[in-house]
DNA sequence: CTCATCTTTCAGTATATTTTGAAAATTCGG
DNA sequence: CCGAATTTTCAAAATATACTGAAAGATGAG
């Protein structure tokens, strides 16, 4: 297979990819593109590339910058901005851990600790199932959650080395 | 807070939660549904308590099925078939994580195998960062992958219990 | 076998999300 | 500053996804 066609498969697939993880379809194709791209890219570069319009363009990559995964790089003698992002896949992993923790999974645990409280006999099966429910789904949670905060501190890879060896 | 407010805020909240994770809202509502529910349910309980049409709620239950997330009840002297969602969180997550696995992992990575065989000329750069990305994002799937199958087989929770001391 | 009950299907409709493109805002070299 | 180049915004359009409800299909008690 050629760079060209390979390239092509790689963005349409991660692109697809992504939208059963909640990310829409051009952001993930954008990613893919940067991270498969050895220089950084200008707007048009990417609207060209992908077939995309200029809003849609400017508005993922924005999306992927606020999320940590692509950065803006300023190169001398260039008026344009360009973007390049990171591409130690370790990182990436690391960041988007790192920011649906804090948006999904630490917002969800709140409401979970608050739903514990709920007030009713604890005879009532229809109490004692929801509070048994909820309780244990907050346990499992919370403990995700202490096991995501060690693996993004880990400056090592926590994935790739320990569990390796710990679990074989 | 009372039960009902409770429960509504669950099963709201849990529904919102699903669609970052591509699930869709009522998929994920029911599930909530049936996960504080001491007893099976109809298909008519359910789309009362949701306010959601028959073919919606028929819909839905079945995906929950194919997940391995929900069973068909058979109570004796009923006509109607009852549903019940597993309770064990740990079993829940085990079994998402499988699906998830089977139907997004191991294409990706079969993909990704392909890819690294690109034709071309290590030398040129864009050559050499398309195989370096795709073959880093290649070796941490694979290292998932094995993760993920160990802890699927796991009997115990590793998550809950391993991991803890492990890290700590 | 019959028929009332229950389940499934699916075309049409509604809703939600994504994309476009042109206009407004901003930036910076000269 | 000026004005061309570049970036950003956002209302409208396009697309994708989810939901409804009625009709068809299946089931099983009698």
Redesign the interface.
């Known amino acids: 297979?050629?760079?060209t066609e390979?390239?092509q498969?790689?963005i349409s697939?991660w692109g697809a990819?992504g939208?059963?993880?909640?990310i829409n379809r051009t952001m993930a194709q954008i990613h893919a593109l940067l991270?498969?791209?050895?220089?950084p890219m200008t707007q048009d570069d990417i609207m060209e590339e992908l077939n995309i319009s200029r809003g849609n363009t400017n508005m993922n990559i924005r999306e992927l910058i606020n999320w940590g995964l692509v950065d803006r790089v300023l190169l001398s003698g260039e008026r344009k901005e360009f973007f390049t992002a990171e591409?130690?896949?370790?990182k990436v992993?690391t960041q988007i851990v790192k920011e649906?923790k804090k948006?999904?999974l630490e917002p969800?645990l709140q409401?979970l600790d608050?739903?514990e409280?709920?007030?009713?006999d604890k005879k009532d099966?229809?109490?004692?199932?929801?509070v048994?429910?909820?309780s244990?789904?907050r346990?499992?949670g919370r403990?995700?959650d202490?096991?995501l905060d060690?693996m993004i501190r880990a400056e090592e890879s926590?994935?790739?080395s320990?569990?390796?060896k710990?679990?074989k």
């Open positions: 297979m050629k760079l390979a390239k498969q790689f697939n990819f939208t059963h993880w909640g991270l498969v791209s050895p220089d591409k130690d896949i370790w992993v649906r948006r999904e969800m409401l608050k739903l409280n709920v007030e009713g099966k229809h109490v004692k199932t929801f048994d429910t909820v244990s789904i346990k499992l403990q995700a202490k096991t060690r926590w994935f790739v320990s569990l390796i710990i679990f």
